[in-house]
């Protein structure tokens, strides 16, 4: 058997929609931040409130993803979560305001959760067969989201510095309408051939639903994978790292997060997710710990600390949709990604003012990564044993 005609295109499309969705409306964001605290003179406590109220709407947005979906379908939905976030961008650009910000913050969590991996998940899933290059399919869209990270955190350094952070929020504006457009244009529901999935009113309640350690374990990846991602320029910035330093790491972690990516989705095809578990996992907590180590580790360690933690960073994209349909029966496959997808904001949500309070408490962002990698075992654990427990009910 063959994938269907156009599935590359659709996978295309999808990566387009997620480097606007994710990449420049989150990930670039931590580039945002040194800029937006020092031209308004905020704490870290107020900073970290952006993530907060980004990660609730996110929340919300992914609990009415399944209906939203039903309603639209990928084209228009997919399309349409890409211009809520130009939307973010441009109230950032003209607001001047801390209220102004925290609104374009909750525009930000709407198109993350809306236009976040539940959606590309479910189109990857509809155009590509699980033993023809899902997994790879996965890694490809998922990966865009680091090369926002490479290509556009040195680009809005530079516009930041040589003009102004508005510029650039206006630039992202821009170039997200542009995308939004784009995707429109390539984005197709289904393949030639096949009817849309009614749900069948006999539908039994999952144990997808349930929420149990995997669900906490998720918690914790989205904590560590967007909040430890989120304030990389945070903690070098206040170690006493230069503007150019900080993106030139941004940067380097971006490119490891798209080299990652494509290299996970390879390996759970090949290896499975038990044994790719074992390598991401171990390559986060390294790159946590090295975090800790500051600026009194050096410039040298704070590029390794990027680039293991961006290399390993794919659990929270690539690695819950794998999850998903590796634990649950595939007629539960949409509604476990919903679940999966929920929590991982949701931690972002629960730590969000965590690295704010440590930081005006402590001096130091140090001990929120220390506390990162604490939790980056705790779900690795969890993870594997679930593993584990399904393997032996299946032999």
Known sequence: MKNPKGCWRQCAAAALALFCAVGLNVNVFGVYLPYLTKLYDLSHTQTSAFSTLRSLFCCAAILIGRWYYRKLDIRLGFSLAVLIGAASSFLYAFSGQYPVMCAAACLSGIAFGLGGMYPASILIHRWFLPAMHEGLALGICSAATGVAGTVSAPIVTAIAENSSVQTAFVAQTVLMLAAAAVCFLLFRNRPDGTVREEKKPEQRISRAYRIDWMFVAVIAIGAFGVLGFQYVSMIYTFEGFSAVQVSVLVSVMGLALTVGKFIAGALYDRLGAVKTNRIIFVEVAVGLLLFCLGKSGGYVTAVAAVLLYGMGNCMGTVGLSVYAGDLAAPEDYNPTVQLYQFA????????????????????????????????????????QLRYRKKAKTTE
């Open 344 to 383: 991982y904001p949701l931690g972002a949500l629960i730590f969000g003012t965590t690295p704010g309070l440590i930081a005006d408490g402590t001096g130091s962002y140090r001990g929120f990564y220390a506390m990162l990698a604490v939790m980056c075992v705790f779900s690795f654990a969890v993870i």
